[in-house]
Every structure is written in structure tokens, then in C-alpha cells.
T-cell receptor, first 113, second 113 residues
Framework: EPEVTQTPSHQVTQMGQEVILRCVPISNHLYFYWYRQILGQKVEFLVSFYNNEISEKSEIFDDQFSVERPDGSNFTLKIRSTKLEDSAMYFC???????????FGPGTRLTVL | SQKIEQNSEALNIQEGKTATLTCNYTNYSPAYLQWYRQDPGRGPVFLLLIRENEKEKRKERLKVTFDTTLKQSLFHITASQPADSATYLCALPPEGGYQKVTFGIGTKLQVIP
């Protein structure tokens, strides 16, 4: 069964450093998302991506964040200068054309020290 | 803005009993509602979608109801098993939109053998 994969599973970084979180969505899906979940809190939408551009972003997704689909398979989230409050689980998700159920990856745990 | 309420307290039930979880929402009339399962440290996994014109949906031991007048969905797991222990998330699309979802905080279910 096809699945969304994410790397790394755990990323530890120093405050102010740049991080890139990587995702490989399901191959025939067209819509891609990043969500985050701070420990003990709800899963929060960050950004959606369709047709090689951002279709929607939340207030959380400020200028420190960017997304890219550099090739036909990878979908990345970059945080330019990490803050302590960026520590969270980051989930990538993808969605097929005409569908509503999103498929989530296993997540990347980001720890900012 | 839309608001989703789930009982964030844990629900403990005996194995074999029916678990019932509640999702309430306000300020909004969604075209559909989804339920996801989340295990600790993992991404959400889609379970069921119910549309606004459907009263009830079933999938194996799972049943979801959707009352658009009460603005409430109930999620039932019959003949519960310890393997059903997880956090269950209610998710709604944005009003007028069909892609990104907004999650409730989730209800943690513990099935006791």
C-alpha cells in the first residue's frame, strides 16, 4: 500500500539554525500539506501546496517558513532561523484528486535547543 | 471562526463495550466531517468521512453519526479491543473549501482488558 514517508524522523538543531524537513508524498497525489503538532496540543495546519505553488497558508506560516517541490517526488519544508517554539512534530500529508481523506506521514520530531 | 470541541479528557472503557466519542462544532456548516486515529508519536490515520446529507456511516466496528442541527458528530467503536486504544481526532474542512482540514484536540481512548 502506498504511503507518505518523511525524513529525518528526529532532527535536533540549535536556535537560529536552518532546517529542512523532507517528505515523499504518494506518487499520484496532487495536493500536499504540512501540519505541526506541539506536544499535547492539536494538529495545526501550516500550508497547502498545489500545482507548484502555495494554495493556502496559516498565520503560523510566516516568512521564516518556505516550501518547495524540487523534483517530481520530494516536498520540503524549510525553517530559515529556528526558534525554541518551533519544537514540534511536523507532519506531511498528501491528497489525491477528487478525494477528501488525507494521508499523513509518520512525522519529523524537531527539537530546537 | 469555526470551533471544534472534543472532550480532551481520556475515556476509559472495558474491553468488549461500545466507546462513544463526541465532536461538537460551532459557527459553521461543513459539507462533511472526518474522523482520524492518532497513535502516540505517529501521524493521523483517516478512518471515516460522513457528508452533511448522511445521518450515519459504518465501517466494520466503527459507526459515525452526523447531526447538522445539533452541530455534532458521534463516533462509536463497538466490541472495543485494547488495540483500539489511541487518540481519535475529529476534522472539518474550511467553510467553502474542500482541502485542508482543521482538527479538534482529540479524545484519548483507553480500552482496558
Amino acid at each position: 500500500e502506498p504511503e507518505v514517508t518523511q525524513t529525518p524522523s528526529h532532527q535536533v538543531t540549535q536556535m537560529g539554525q536552518e532546517v529542512i524537513l523532507r517528505c515523499v508524498p504518494i506518487s499520484n497525489h496532487l495536493y500536499f500539506y504540512w501540519y505541526r503538532q506541539i506536544l499535547g496540543q492539536k494538529v495545526e495546519f501550516l500550508v497547502s501546496f498545489y500545482n507548484n505553488e502555495i494554495s493556502e497558508k496559516s498565520e503560523i506560516f510566516d516568512d521564516q517558513f518556505s516550501v518547495e517541490r524540487p523534483d517530481g517526488s520530494n516536498f520540503t519544508l524549510k525553517i530559515r532561523s529556528t526558534k525554541l517554539e518551533d519544537s514540534a512534530m511536523y507532519f506531511c500529508a498528501s491528497l489525491g484528486q477528487g478525494r477528501h481523506e488525507q494521508f499523513f506521514g509518520p512525522g519529523t520530531r524537531l527539537t530546537v535547543l | 471562526s469555526q470551533k471544534i470541541e472534543q472532550n480532551s479528557e481520556a475515556l476509559n472503557i472495558q474491553e468488549g463495550k461500545t466507546a462513544t466519542l463526541t465532536c461538537n462544532y460551532t459557527n459553521y456548516s461543513p459539507a462533511y466531517l472526518q474522523w482520524y486515529r492518532q497513535d502516540p508519536g505517529r501521524g493521523p490515520v483517516f478512518l471515516l468521512l460522513i457528508r452533511e446529507n448522511e445521518k450515519e456511516k459504518r465501517k466494520e466496528r466503527l459507526k459515525v453519526t452526523f447531526d447538522t442541527t445539533l452541530k455534532q458528530s458521534l463516533f462509536h467503536i463497538t466490541a472495543s479491543q485494547p488495540a483500539d486504544s489511541a487518540t481519535y481526532l475529529c476534522a472539518l474542512p474550511p467553510e467553502g473549501g474542500y482541502q485542508k482540514v482543521t482538527f479538534g484536540i482529540g479524545t484519548k481512548l483507553q480500552v482496558i482488558p
